[in-house]
Structures are given as structure tokens and as C-alpha cells.
């Protein structure tokens, strides 16, 4: 009975030794990382501060857990405001991040936005239309997974977003998405859409103050080297402006001077841009 027991004893410890060695055991912090990301399919905040690069070169395989059923968030209440009191109660001066369920939100705000960069390699390496990188082609998809999920009870990941543009005819192959795609994804997801022709501060923080989101169309400057879309969500205390940036965290969690957004705008976008202000529907 002793040698049994050693025998057994010699193979568990041999098993054991030559799976670490051949790296089929993980000996490193980064495999509960990457499991902690394989779980929840977002990333956390020491992942975001890294931007999304240097970890991962391969995408997550796809599991066959369902991650579309995530934990529903109650509606966003509307709130109407008209007092400059009031106004300024609703501002914030900075925004940072938190984590809660699974889901990353930008706080500080206005309201709770969800936030997804379009480069996480969750999905930033995989084919927008069959054909380009999520990461590079992505921000329509990403935007819009960012109003829907944060606007609805629902959350809807970049990827899905993507292929749902792409069954539904947005997806334009070099270029990222049609500028349609803003208006009747928001539509077909239950919200409702305005677009803005009054480009100034005055008009975009009241349309903020009303609880909406606007996407915002940018051309070449300070957020894109071509073309690309942003969430605009809150107005600061001191005149600015709060943003997603679908491309960029460092450039969502601080405050941009509304001359540079402005001046920045597409003019001449299709669908009704380069300005949309999305609401939840008040019945």
C-alpha cells in the first residue's frame, strides 16, 4: 500500500510538473486577466489604461456562453430642466470609471454612459462586413452600441452592433458605415432622433439638458485623421463639453472646448448629420 501510494503520489506530482513546464498549467497573473476578460467581455480599468494593445495580440476565442443575455439596467429617466439652477445641478467638471456587472460606465456625468473603445481586442480584430477591422472601420457600430446600451435596457456589444449594420445594409466597405446608419439604428432600437441644425453651445447644451445624447460626425482634427463618430453627453460647469470617444479613453474622460467640436463638424454629412440627438421616448 505505501508504494501505491508513492507511485501515485510521483505521477500526480509529474503530471503536474510537466504541464507547467509546457505552459499548459498558466504560472502568471495574466491568465486570470485574461479569464477575468473571457468572463465579462470588457475590459478592466488597468486593461483600459494599457489602450487596449499591449496584452492581447489575438482576439479572445469565441466561448459558448450566450453574452447577449446581460443584466438588464433600468431605463434612464428623462428629466427636464429650466431653471439655470437646475442647469447647472445636472453639469459635471470631470469623469472617470467604474465597473458594475460587467458593464463600464464613464461617471461623473449627466447620466451613466456606457462606454466600449472599438480597438478592444474583444472585438477590435474582428471583420466589420466580412471584410475590415472592427478597430480601425469600427466607430459607427461602437457608437451606437454605446447610446443603445446606455439608453435602453439592454446592452448591445460593438461586435453585434457590426454584424446587425451590416445584415441592415450600413456597413460601407473602406469606410466604415453610412451616415444612416445613426438615425435608424437609434430608431430601430426604440429611440428617438432629432437631427441638429443650430451648431451652436447654446443649442447643444439645451438639447443635453433634456436627459439626450447627441452623435456627432467629426472630419479631420483632434479626433480623426478622416472621418468618425462621437458621443457628445454633458456640459461642464465651466462651459465644456463630455465626450465618448469610441476611439480613444483618454480623449472621453476629459473636458474639450465646445469652439473645437464645432468647428470640427462634417458639414455636408448624409442622413441628417452631422448633428443626431437621441432620446428615450416619453411614452
Not at 32 to 41: F, I, T, V
Request: net charge positive; charged share 20%; proline share 5%.
Amino acid at each position: 500500500m505505501r508504494y501505491l501510494r508513492i507511485t501515485i503520489l510521483f505521477i500526480v506530482t509529474f503530471t503536474f510538473t510537466y504541464n507547467v513546464c509546457s505552459k499548459k498549467i498558466p504560472k502568471t497573473s495574466f491568465h486570470y486577466y485574461k479569464q477575468y476578460l473571457m468572463e465579462y467581455r470588457v475590459p478592466s480599468l488597468e486593461f483600459m489604461d494599457k489602450q487596449y494593445t499591449k496584452f492581447m495580440p489575438r482576439p479572445v476565442p469565441k466561448l459558448s456562453k450566450d453574452y447577449t443575455q446581460k443584466p438588464k439596467k433600468q431605463p434612464l429617466s428623462i428629466y427636464s430642466l429650466t431653471s439655470q439652477d437646475e442647469l447647472a445641478a445636472s453639469e459635471t467638471t470631470e469623469t472617470s470609471l467604474y465597473t458594475l456587472e460587467g458593464v463600464t460606465y464613464l461617471k461623473g456625468t449627466a447620466r451613466n454612459i456606457v462606454y466600449f473603445n472599438q480597438a478592444d481586442p474583444l472585438w477590435g480584430n474582428k471583420m466589420y462586413g466580412g471584410k475590415d477591422p472592427i478597430s480601425k472601420y469600427g466607430c459607427g457600430p461602437t457608437a451606437m452600441s454605446m447610446v443603445i446600451s446606455s439608453m435602453t435596457d439592454r446592452v448591445v456589444l460593438p461586435d453585434e452592433m457590426a454584424d446587425w449594420s451590416r445584415i441592415n445594409g450600413y456597413f460601407a466597405y473602406g469606410s466604415g458605415s453610412y451616415h444612416t446608419l445613426i438615425p435608424n439604428a437609434a430608431q430601430a432600437f426604440g429611440l428617438e432622433v432629432t437631427s441638429l441644425t443650430d451648431y451652436t453651445y447654446d443649442n447643444i447644451r439645451k438639447e443635453l439638458s433634456t436627459g439626450k445624447i447627441i452623435v456627432a460626425l467629426m472630419k479631420k482634427g483632434h479626433f480623426t485623421t478622416s472621418g468618425h463618430f462621437i458621443l457628445v453627453h454633458s456640459t461642464t460647469l465651466d462651459g465644456k463639453v463630455l465626450i465618448a470617444d469610441p476611439m480613444s479613453l483618454e480623449n472621453s474622460l476629459k473636458a474639450w472646448d465646445i469652439d473645437i467640436l464645432i468647428n470640427e463638424l462634417k458639414i455636408g454629412a448624409t442622413g441628417g448629420g452631422p448633428l443626431w440627438a437621441i432620446s428615450i421616448p416619453t411614452s
